[in-house]
């Protein structure tokens, strides 16, 4: 069953909607895709611009997610779905557009992903599903990057997670030593690097905005702030050149 989402602007207004999906919720015993323009967004990250994030405007949205027991399907692309179409300091992104689903849902269609597409035509992206139900989850297993190797924390953040306290079988402490270096790394680089695919598509929504900002106010400071984000962009494009070049095994 898919219930397409179309919410009002207003808090108050959209709780008739939360109140109208959980009465379809108590019935449905099928796998339920939930998806659409919610107008709502559930953290500080899914914003970009505009005024402060405050947890009473998303607090009954996450109430209906989590009473319902839903989930959201993961999204490659940018991290916004929405844009108003404004530059300089009136220019907001958000991320008011998602696909949520039940455990039905899950069971059927393990390895489903959305992809936010290019905005073209309008100013929310639309949304792609794809419900692969051939593909079983697995767990990812420990890549290292070699680009992490040439910054400058990488040697202090192995140093650090190297020095455990252990008493025993040296073999064994030497394992720990691996396993906790790399718990180590995997965090940092989350929070370092982040995924770098999503950054791209974040930074080209954020240059389409600088240039746009460029052409009607042509000064030195909207082309400094646009040189910035390039280089930017150019930094997370040369990461991603280079983790595809180590994927393939190229010399």
């Known amino acids: ?148 190797s040439r910054h400058q924390q990488f040697k202090k953040i192995v140093e650090d997670s190297w020095k455990i306290d252990f008493v025993g079988n040296p073999f064994l402490e030497f394992h720990a030593k691996l396993k906790n270096v790399k718990k180590a790394l995997s965090a940092w680089s989350k929070e370092v690097f982040g995924n770098v695919f999503q950054q791209i598509a974040m930074l080209e929504d954020i240059i389409k905005v600088r240039e746009a900002q460029l052409q009607i106010h042509p000064s030195a400071d909207n082309r400094a702030a646009l040189n910035k984000v390039e280089v930017e962009l150019k930094n997370y494009l040369r990461l991603e050149e280079e983790f595809w070049r180590q994927k393939a095994g190229m010399k």
Not at 30 to 52: A, M, Q, S
Not at 74 to 80: C, E, L, P, R
Request: charged letters at 25%.
């Open 1 to 148: 069953m898919v219930s397409a989402v179309y919410a009002r602007c207003n808090t108050v207004e959209r709780l008739e909607l939360w109140d109208e999906l959980d009465s379809i919720a108590e019935h449905v015993q099928c796998p339920w895709i939930i998806g659409g323009d919610f107008n709502v967004i559930l953290d500080e990250e899914e914003k970009l611009g505009g005024l402060d994030f405050t947890i009473n405007e998303a607090i009954d949205f996450a109430s209906f997610i989590s009473r319902n027991a839903l989930s959201e399907v993961h999204f490659s692309g940018s991290k916004y779905t929405w844009w108003n179409g404004r530059i300089e300091e009136a220019c907001i992104f958000k991320k008011l557009d998602r696909i949520l689903v039940n455990q039905e849902f899950l069971d059927v269609f393990p390895a489903s992903e959305v992809h936010h597409l290019i905005r073209q035509g309008s100013n929310h992206a639309p949304l792609h599903l794809s419900c692969n139900s051939y593909e079983v989850p697995i767990i990812k297993p420990f890549r290292f990057m070699n680009f992490w």
